[in-house]
């Protein structure tokens, strides 16, 4: 059994059932966990149970399923570890029921997971093998009897028109085109963050350098109290007589200047 995720790239996007909104990324737990049972991959199990009228908008008509991979399924509202393990034992797995954040008082968290054996399960929301315990609030499991009749393979046009991302990357494809120029755009952005870093280092040198010249010709500290303390004395001399030693209006220039720097 592959293990796969509802939020692979390939078909995260894709919308879920007859959903306008919702997506097997986003909600594409229940049809990830049947694609792997069924050796597909959700877009297909997706676009195929859409074919034979398996969904409710975007719930799964769990009586639809036999009629895309050879398994019939009967949810069980109750975890019975014996009768899990019986599932496993029969199937190599068992489709179990859990509370995604494990808190009860939280409305709409269901989640499904497929439990393999020795406390272990395969997770659609990561696509990784876990311990059981990662879920530790279990709502439910699913009855499961493989059957002889295999499952329709053809699909109607209208529905495979629902474009998904073909495995092995083709870029041809609107979402990827999408993707691409949407990474394209972020590697731009960064591009000129760096750029924009670069220059403002040399600038910062710059000003660090005019600073210092400023303190020096002041004879203060290189400190912003010191420095606007002396300009202020220079400019207040330079308002109560015509005689500053230097050229009428140097003080008045520095203070601009240094309050460009600084950014006042």
Request: charged content about 20%; some cysteine.
């Amino acid at each position: 059994m592959t293990t796969l995720s509802q939020r692979d790239m390939r078909w995260a996007s894709v919308k879920l059932g007859f959903s306008t909104t919702s997506t097997i990324g986003n909600y594409g737990c229940l049809i990830t966990c049947f694609s792997m049972i069924g050796d597909t991959t959700p877009d297909d199990f997706n676009a195929r149970l859409k074919a034979v009228q398996g969904f409710s908008n975007d719930l799964v008509i769990w009586a639809k399923v036999k009629e895309v991979i050879p398994y019939s399924f009967t949810p069980i509202k109750a975890y019975d570890n014996t009768a899990v393990l019986a599932e496993i034992e029969k199937n190599q797995f068992c489709l179990v029921e859990v509370d995604f954040d494990g808190k009860i008082s939280s409305p709409n968290d269901t989640h499904f997971v497929l439990y393999i054996g020795n406390k272990q399960c395969l997770d659609p929301w990561t696509g990784i093998q876990k311990n059981t315990s990662y879920y530790p609030l279990v709502k439910g499991y699913s009855s499961c009897t493989k059957l002889s009749t295999p499952a329709p393979t053809t699909i109607p046009a209208e529905i495979t028109d629902q474009t998904k991302i073909p495995i092995g990357g083709d870029w041809g494809s609107p979402e990827l085109q999408a993707l691409r120029s949407m990474l394209s755009d972020q590697k731009k952005t960064l591009e000129g963050i760096l750029g924009d870093q670069a220059g403002l280092k040399t600038q910062i040198g710059v000003l660090q350098t005019q600073i210092q010249d400023i303190a020096n010709k002041l004879g203060c500290p290189n400190t912003q109290d010191a420095i606007m303390g002396e300009i202020a004395k220079l400019v207040k001399l330079e308002d109560q007589s015509n005689e500053v030693p230097e050229t009428p209006g140097w003080a008045k220039e520095i203070l601009d200047l240094f309050k460009k720097i600084m950014g006042r």
